[in-house]
């Protein structure tokens, strides 16, 4: 009996220990960004969260969603306290802790949004427009043109906040001139605040994104250099290759709204 328990012992070692434990979830973060990321109900919902989920089904990957403000996640990022995080612009400081993936999640059409009946026009020189206040994301990328006059001092007012439906609020009440933001995302919030009767909101009847655009920056799904999930972020990277190939990309973009192409 004690042969057969030594010998039992013997093996269970040469059994790596892997195989005795349960994969824990990727944790991924998130920020509410409708149309492409967002809670509803219990559970989440929007382009990219059904894109990502689709492409770790793929490998066989369990993940959680986690939602939490733009710049804690940009911190537990970095810290590796999560593994990943949905919608992040490439930015030059970013790659020292981020792996980014190869096929971005979408694409953010950055405009500058005036109140209906404003005279603020935008003639693609944002210096122009310097000696009004602006409405800005904190911790936010609104591509190089935009970030490079802010870091050059040639737009200084700023006005910070930490989502939009604050930002909404300034612009509408007149504490901003102009709010900078994804059209998409911009406007949805905007519907969805006018439908609730948020009150700040009542003396703004529309909002109005300027032509052209700013900016288009490509958003990816974002991996923490600090938890090494490059073999992770290449099989994510080789699933999305096959949800283009397959048509499956397209499909779950324009489910959410026809329009819309990868």
Request: with cysteine; glycine share 4%; proline share 5%.
């Amino acid at each position: 009996m004690k042969l057969k328990l030594r010998i039992l012992a013997l093996i269970t070692l040469l059994i790596p220990s892997y195989l005795f434990s349960v994969e824990q979830p990727l944790s991924i973060a998130f920020v509410e960004y409708p149309p492409y990321h967002f809670t509803s109900g219990d559970g989440v919902e929007g382009i990219s969260i059904r894109i990502i989920e689709e492409a770790f089904r793929r490998t066989e990957t369990p993940i959680e969603f986690n939602v939490m403000p733009w710049s804690r996640a940009l911190i537990w990022l970095r810290l590796g306290k999560i593994d990943g995080m949905v919608g992040v612009f490439i930015r030059p400081e970013r790659l020292e802790y981020i792996d980014y993936s190869k096929l971005p999640l979408s694409k953010a059409q950055i405009h500058l949004f005036v109140t209906e009946g404003s005279n603020i026009e935008y003639s693609e020189d944002l210096t122009k427009l310097s000696h009004f206040r602006f409405g800005v994301k904190k911790d936010f990328s609104y591509g190089p043109y935009f970030d490079d006059l802010v870091a050059q001092n040639k737009l200084t007012k700023l006005t910070y906040e930490v989502d939009i439906p604050q930002l909404l609020v300034k612009l509408c009440t007149g504490v901003t001139d102009i709010m900078v933001g994804e059209r998409r995302n911009s406007e949805y919030v905007f519907n969805q605040l006018i439908k609730e009767t948020y009150p700040q909101l009542t003396r703004c009847k529309k909002i109005i994104a300027l032509t052209p655009a700013i900016d288009a920056r490509l958003a990816y799904l974002a991996f923490s250099k600090q938890n090494q999930l490059t073999d992770i972020r290449d099989r994510f990277d080789e699933a999305m290759n096959s949800m283009k190939q397959d048509g499956s990309l397209n499909r779950i973009i324009q489910s959410y709204d026809p329009q819309l192409s990868n």
